[in-house]
């Protein structure tokens, strides 16, 4: 018998797949500006730095949304690392990625209503979404107007190290999202998550 739980709200749905599509657009014209040889890019140099631009200001919005969402809904308790059996849940979690996933068994850990992340969900969600993205905005919106930054920081133009962060952060960024559409495919079975996340249902078994 499948069982059947509502998770996910209309507003974290649409909030989801804004955030993604925004995401591919700035990595796509962010390696372009990135790697901006003549001859060599994947985006034209302007489109892409409208695209850039824009895309980032429009991330900026969403990101709003989602703060204040997470704050009126209670989602934010969601990506609270609870202390309760951490390392045993991060264990079995772990067994489950490298063995038990390929001798067919379930996940140990399927969400529930009241429980919507794994542990390690928690804990890199919480990372991804209130340090990093966080700093890429903020260091593209410095980057935007230059006049923020300081003149010099340690000796050197003050832009630098807002460039170096927001790269860096970029990429995190995008180190996650690989992982976590791999990730996203480990459910019950490969489509649960994405299921999930398009309707708002868990189904199980
Ligand atoms: C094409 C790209 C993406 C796909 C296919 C995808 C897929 C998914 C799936 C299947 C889930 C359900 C839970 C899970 O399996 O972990 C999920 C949740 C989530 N994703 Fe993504 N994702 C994408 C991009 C992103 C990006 C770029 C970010 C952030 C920078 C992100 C942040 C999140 C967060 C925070 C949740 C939990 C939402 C909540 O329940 O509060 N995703 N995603």
């Not at 209670?74 to 772990?94: C, D, H, T, V």
């Not at 850990?109 to 903020?138: D, E, R």
């Not at 919106?141 to 230059?146: D, Q, S």
Request: glycine letters at 8%; aromatic letters at 14%.
């Amino acid at each position: 018998m499948r069982e059947r739980v509502f998770i996910l709200h209309i507003w974290i749905r649409i909030w989801h797949w804004t955030n993604a599509v925004l995401i591919l657009t700035l990595t796509v014209t962010g390696i372009s500006l990135h790697f901006s040889a003549p001859g060599l890019m994947l985006v034209p140099f302007e489109l892409a730095v409208q695209l850039h631009d824009r895309a980032g200001l429009a991330l900026v919005a969403t990101y709003a949304v989602f703060v204040v969402g997470n704050i009126v809904s209670g989602n934010w308790w969601q990506y609270m690392p609870k202390p309760e059996g951490f390392w045993l849940r991060i264990r079995n979690q772990a067994r489950y990625h490298l063995w038990g996933i390929f001798r067919g068994e379930d996940p140990p850990y399927p969400p529930t209503a009241t429980n919507n992340f794994t542990a390690m969900q928690q804990i890199v969600y919480w990372i991804v979404m209130y340090l990093v993205m966080p700093t890429v905005l903020i260091t593209g919106i410095i980057y935007m107007w230059p006049d923020l930054a300081p003149q010099q920081v340690l000796g050197v133009d003050g832009l630098l190290p807002i460039a170096v962060l927001h790269f860096l952060a970029g990429l995190a960024i995008v180190l996650f999202m690989i992982a976590h559409i791999y990730l996203g495919t480990c459910g019950s079975r490969v489509s649960t998550h994405l299921r999930m996340m398009i309707t708002g249902w868990h189904e199980h078994g």
